[in-house]
């Protein structure tokens, strides 16, 4: 699916807030807007846009979401894996940033069943 198809969908969204990205060739920070659905992390140049995202992430094919700091050298920062990238972000708080990668790490395994710690689904 191409980014231009994503249409985001008030009920669908989880979280939204403003993170610092790395840009994928210049690798320049950059605020943005983004937006955490059950299928996607979205990014957007403008708050309040659910349409035609500048980056898509595609949550069931991420591997990791975890703490960055000490591979950006900046504070709250953190990273999500996929097979053909790793995308850095900034959040503007640690609480936001553990926020956030407990959001997108929900949504990373909720399309398996999920067990708890005694084995039972």
Not at 16 to 41: A, C, D, I, N
Not at 94 to 110: A, C, F, L, T
């Amino acid at each position: 699916m191409a980014a231009a198809e994503i249409v985001i969908h008030r009920d669908d969204i989880i979280k939204e807030g403003f993170l610092v990205k790395q840009s994928k060739h210049m690798k320049e920070w950059r605020r943005r807007w983004f937006v955490l659905t059950p299928q996607y992390l979205c990014s957007f140049k403008s708050q309040g846009e659910y349409r035609n995202p500048t980056e898509h992430i595609r949550l069931a094919e991420c591997t990791t979401v975890k703490s960055a700091d000490e591979d950006t050298g900046k504070e709250n920062s953190f990273r999500v894996d996929t097979p053909g990238r790793v995308f850095y972000l900034i959040a503007d708080s640690s609480p936001d940033k553990e926020s956030w990668i407990g959001h997108i790490g929900r949504q990373m395994v909720r399309p398996a069943v999920l067990v708890d710690d005694q084995g039972f689904e």
